[in-house]
């Protein structure tokens, strides 16, 4: 089963990231670094920090607590 850290990665990768195209334009809209973007889309061990998904969550305008519900779907 895939770590809590996975999913989150695996979702914002799937459902946000791929959908943008451009790595670099995701992490301008969202306010992290474009590094930090590549970890979530490529780094199988990247541990996201929860301030991380607060400011990506924040951005697009949801709440944490609707993240976790959509990625538990």
Same mark, same amino acid.
């Given at each position: 089963?895939?770590? %809590? #850290?996975?999913?989150? *990665?695996? /979702?914002?990768?799937?459902?946000?990231? !791929?959908? #943008?195209?451009?790595?670099?334009? $995701?992490? %301008?809209?969202?306010?992290? =670094? #474009?590094?930090?973007?590549?970890?979530?889309?490529? =780094? +199988?061990? /990247?541990?996201? !920090?929860? /301030?991380?998904?607060?400011?990506? *969550?924040?951005?697009?305008?949801? +709440? %944490? !607590?609707? $993240? $976790?519900?959509?990625?538990?779907?």
């Amino acid at each position: 089963m895939a770590t %809590l #850290e996975r999913k989150i *990665c695996h /979702y914002i990768s799937s459902e946000w990231i !791929s959908k #943008e195209q451009v790595k670099s334009q $995701f992490a %301008l809209n969202h306010n992290i =670094d #474009e590094k930090t973007v590549r970890r979530i889309v490529s =780094d +199988k061990s /990247y541990k996201i !920090s929860l /301030y991380t998904l607060n400011k990506i *969550c924040e951005a697009r305008g949801i +709440k %944490l !607590s609707e $993240f $976790f519900q959509a990625i538990d779907k």
